[in-house]
């Protein structure tokens, strides 16, 4: 069954500091894996999007990078900002197109 | 930038009613893909379209139908209401057939309360 997982569920971090967030897959066959910003209540806002050849892709103060041999991927924010508080979902697509979305992490920011 | 327009922001319903949300997509974007997202929840993914035509189907019920139009904006037509169905429903286009990768842009959905 394809499926997306991410880890963790939720975290809170200080303002300025760095977290890292995980994303592990079994999708197969794999087209491209995306990580998209939620704010509460909005829609998906696109980071960062990747083949199968890509390993790493930055986006500001977002660096997504993927293991394409071990179906995993990271999520690594720099120098956190309260506004970075939302949630993170990462969404794999198979060669049909369809998106297969994990059930995100939640970010707090704090000051 | 022009995004994706969806309408409307909020609707309100009852149980057994009908409901048509419709989505505008980003200009030039010829595919339209609807999610439907519960409190807490992640976005499942109902229907597709590519061109005008279906291009993949999920989890959508048989009471629900959708269409894309030749201006290509889409229309999710939902009927005999139930309480279940009360959910932020996402629209997002893209650019080129659903297999390619291009990114998607999401509206900021319509909340669907049925009462």
């Known amino acids: 069954k394809n499926q997306v997982e991410q880890s963790p569920q939720s975290l809170i971090i200080l303002e300025g500091k760095n977290c890292t967030l995980q994303?592990?897959?079994?999708?197969?066959?794999?087209?491209?894996l995306r990580w998209y910003k939620q704010d509460t209540g909005r829609g998906p806002v696109s980071l960062t999007i990747m083949t199968f050849s890509e390993n790493t892709k930055s986006n500001g103060r977002y660096t997504a990078t993927l293991d394409a041999d071990t179906k995993q991927s990271s999520l690594h924010i720099t120098a956190s900002q309260l506004s970075d508080s939302a949630s993170y979902i990462c969404v794999v697509s198979g060669n049909t197109g369809k998106l297969i979305f994990g059930q995100g992490t939640t970010l707090q920011v704090k000051p | 930038a022009a995004g994706v327009i969806q309408s409307p922001r909020h609707l309100i319903k009852e149980k057994r009613e009908t409901a048509t949300l419709k989505c505008y997509p980003i200009?030039?974007?010829?595919?339209v893909y609807w999610y439907q997202q519960g409190p807490g929840q992640d976005p499942q993914f109902l229907i597709s379209f590519y061109e005008k035509m279906q291009s993949d189907k999920g989890s959508i019920p048989d009471r629900f139908s959708a269409q894309q139009f030749s201006d290509y904006h889409s229309e999710l037509n939902m009927s005999s209401l139930e309480l279940g169905d009360s959910a932020l429903y996402f629209c997002?286009?893209?650019?080129?057939?659903?297999?390619?990768?291009?990114?998607?842009?999401f509206g900021n959905g319509t909340r669907l309360t049925v009462t």
């Open positions: 200009p030039r974007h010829d595919t």
């Open positions: 997002a286009s893209s650019l080129g057939p659903p297999a390619y990768n291009s990114p998607l842009h």
């Open positions: 994303c592990n897959y079994t999708v197969s066959p794999f087209s491209n």
